[in-house]
């Protein structure tokens, strides 16, 4: 029989599917104004974010009423207390999508990306937001194997960003060094927003099964 | 009289100030390590990182047993589920200052930093430091003028940041785009090491006082 309690758990799960959803759009629109210099779809992400910090709390609120009122113990308290933080994960991941919004308006109505690495961020966003939907698919069904292929996913962010970082230190590199420095911003806010959603697959897994999954290694940059 | 819970509680604040103390090492020594191209600080700054992820762990680990074994209601929940956060705060605050150490080890024997943006970096790195500092006292004496501070020097810390892209994107920097690439990820980390800083005030001030605090702006960058 399910009680109240379980109902509660399966709600505060499934708002922060709710919110992980609601990254990865953000992430796909604002990869798509990335590409395109699209003003409007830049505007929406950064007007949306409000729905994502409204999300958070309310994510937030329920955690705390569920911890006072139910006193779960052991495993159940720190599935509660872990979606909080998951809830800050990804918060931050739609922060991550504004900061790739803002600059594309700062820009306009010029570009940012030359051809040359137009390509490269395609893949990137494309790698995000399949991140952020495995992790959704994480947080709804408790998936372990889900998570094992985000961090698979996850190494072939690096390695793109490792390459995005070459092609911009390399001595061919001929569009100057605003661009380079808008592109190595951005490159850096596609990997973090990686390595959210990695952090919420690795959450969810310790959580169902106690494993103690590796530490996210301290990448180079 | 003290309980065994009030001091069980005073403990830890006291692990999470410990640890800020670390963080704030760390990015002195990171800089220092920037400003002067010295490879054993910047080795040291890594290898110290062990240190951040173990008293995080502790810290985390006597949060749940709190929780767990006293069970707190409303406010002194909020308190230890926010010390979680703030854990988790310190610790990407640490991770920031390696981030900075590998980018110098990865230059040496060269220095990263042109001479022009030395000063820049010297004043950045000041802040940081003092920043932290500002927010061990804030997790050690839960004073909320302090917490105000905070926010203030995180606004020089914003101006610094501002005029470095300035300086990099201007049509005068001699010093090539792998250096302006290296130099914008640096500017990033220290101002995101800020940032966390003024997260944690703003929870401590929000556990101690009820008041909401106004989000954190995201940034243009």
Chains 1, 2 share one sequence.
């Not at 592109?183 to 990695?198: P, Q, S, T």
Request: include cysteine; charge should be negative; aromatic fraction near 4%.
């Amino acid at each position: 029989m399910r009680t109240v309690y379980h109902e509660q758990l399966a709600e505060l799960a499934d708002q922060l599917g709710r919110l992980c959803g609601v990254t990865a759009v953000a992430m796909q629109r604002a990869t798509h104004a990335l590409l395109r210099a699209d003003d409007t779809a830049a505007e929406e992400v950064i007007n949306d974010h409000d729905q994502v910090v409204a999300l958070r709390k309310h994510a937030e609120e329920n955690a705390f009423a569920l911890v006072a009122l139910q006193q779960p113990v052991a495993g159940e308290l720190r599935r509660i207390v872990g979606s909080i933080q998951i809830a800050a994960d990804l918060d931050r991941m739609g922060a991550l999508a504004v900061h790739v919004a803002k600059i594309v308006r700062r820009r306009l109505p010029n570009h940012v990306l030359p051809n040359e690495v137009e390509h490269h961020f395609a893949e990137m966003g494309r790698v995000a937001v399949e991140l952020a939907r495995c992790a959704q698919e994480v947080l709804m069904t408790r998936n372990a194997d889900k998570a094992a292929y985000i961090r698979q996913q996850d190494d072939e962010m690096d390695e793109l960003h490792r390459q995005l970082l070459t092609t911009l230190m390399d001595r061919d590199w001929k569009h100057g060094v605003p661009a380079a420095v808008d592109i190595a911003l951005l490159g850096r806010f596609y990997e973090r927003f990686a390595d959210h959603a990695v952090e919420i697959g690795r959450r969810v897994v310790f959580e169902a099964t106690g494993a103690v999954l590796p530490e996210q290694e301290i990448g180079t940059y």
